[in-house]
Nanobody, 124 residues
């Protein structure tokens, strides 16, 4: 059974940094496009960033220049380095995987596997 264990969330102040991790098991991790999504209360789940099996990346406009997605296939782990955090970044962050190759997909419906999420709260 595919499982993701997200960690690294917490409560920080605006301008601070956090690093999220997502450890995968029972998945051919290196073959999947991996992504981070987030969902704030009352809002739909939205795309944050993704990295393909070959290492190509894509970011939502709202996080470009502040967030960096990366993966370590030797550890089956996905990361999200978040710098210059804003109050609007407050959400539950989820990692997700899909097996498609080619153009990075940004719709949650395109992703097969999901973690349970980690809370990020940014205070002003």
């Amino acid at each position: 059974q595919v499982q993701f264990l997200e960690s690294g969330g917490g409560v920080v102040q605006a301008g601070d940094s956090l690093r999220l991790s997502c450890a995968a098991s029972a998945l051919t991790f290196s073959s999947y496009t991996m992504a981070w999504f987030r969902q704030a209360p009352g809002n739909e789940r939205q795309f944050v960033a993704a990295v393909t099996a070959s290492g190509s990346t894509s970011y939502a406009d709202s996080v470009k220049g502040r967030f960096t997605i990366s993966r370590d296939n030797t550890k089956n782990t996905l990361y999200l380095q978040m710098n210059s955090l804003k109050t609007l970044d407050t959400a539950v962050y989820y990692c997700a995987a899909n097996p498609f190759v080619g153009t990075i997909r940004t719709s949650p419906t395109d992703y097969n596997y999901w973690g349970k999420g980690t809370q990020v709260t940014v205070s002003s």
